[in-house]
């Protein structure tokens, strides 16, 4: 199995809070991406990362911002947390953008915002 | 930019009897394909994909997808079903020259004793 850790895997807050995610990954993968799942969507790609310091917006990152200042850690932050934002977080990491491009995922942090 | 309709949100199928889900994707580039699998409170992980080559690829449980260019379509097929491959299934696409996946709504396959 991929090395990757999602913490914290369950929270619940309150509206209007800040709120941060934590992935962790320990096989040196170079892409990393954030995804929401919520029933009748599938998933959805929040933000994604292809390097250190570089991130790039998905489908719906409206209210979410992202962070990596190293290889093994992407952080994805709710400034002001709504009901909306109830979900399933899912990170995903990939070897490269060339070849297979298979993801491989985290365990999930279910987010209740009250 | 690419997009993915799974035509079933869910599947209910007997133990033993065959079963199909479908998944058509659009894309204006050549792109890479994908199945995902996702148990009860798991995350997901890749049942198989296709890349290019041969238009059918298998996994190592039983499952094959053919890749039909001309209908844009990935379906999936297993030709008898265990209790044990009840989970929600997941279509997905990536661009050749990119590396972002769009996925599927999701197919909730349900089997039955």
């Known amino acids: 199995d991929a090395g990757i850790t999602q913490s914290p895997r369950h929270k619940v807050t309150e509206t209007g809070t800040p709120v941060t995610l934590r992935c962790h990954q320990t096989?040196?993968?170079?892409?990393m991406y954030w995804y929401r799942q919520d029933p009748g969507h599938g998933l959805r790609l929040i933000h994604y990362?292809?390097?250190?310091?570089?991130?790039d917006k998905g489908e719906v990152s409206d209210g979410y911002s992202v962070s990596r200042s190293k290889t093994e850690d992407f952080l994805l932050t709710l400034e002001s947390a709504t009901s909306s934002q109830t979900s399933v977080y899912f990170c995903?990491?990939?070897?490269?953008?060339?070849?297979?491009?298979?993801?491989?995922f985290g365990e999930g942090s279910r987010l209740t915002v009250l | 930019a690419q997009s993915v309709t799974q035509l079933d949100s869910q599947v209910p199928v007997f133990e033993e009897a065959p079963v199909e889900l479908r998944c058509n994707y659009s894309s204006s580039v050549s792109v890479y394909l994908f199945w995902y699998v996702q148990y009860p409170n798991q995350g997901l992980q890749l049942l198989l994909k296709y890349l290019s080559g041969s238009t059918l690829v298998e996994s190592i449980n039983g499952f094959e997808a053919e890749f039909n260019k001309s209908q844009t379509s990935f379906h999936l097929r297993k030709p008898s079903v265990h209790i044990s491959d009840t989970a929600e299934y997941f279509c997905?696409?990536?661009?050749?020259?990119?590396?972002?996946?769009?996925f599927g709504a999701g197919t909730r396959l349900f089997v039955k004793a």
């Open positions: 997905a696409v990536r661009d050749t020259g990119g590396f972002k996946t769009i």
């Open positions: 995903a990491i990939s070897e490269s953008s060339t070849g297979t491009g298979e993801l491989f």
């Open positions: 990362s292809y390097g250190v310091k570089d991130t």
């Open positions: 096989e040196n993968h170079r892409y």
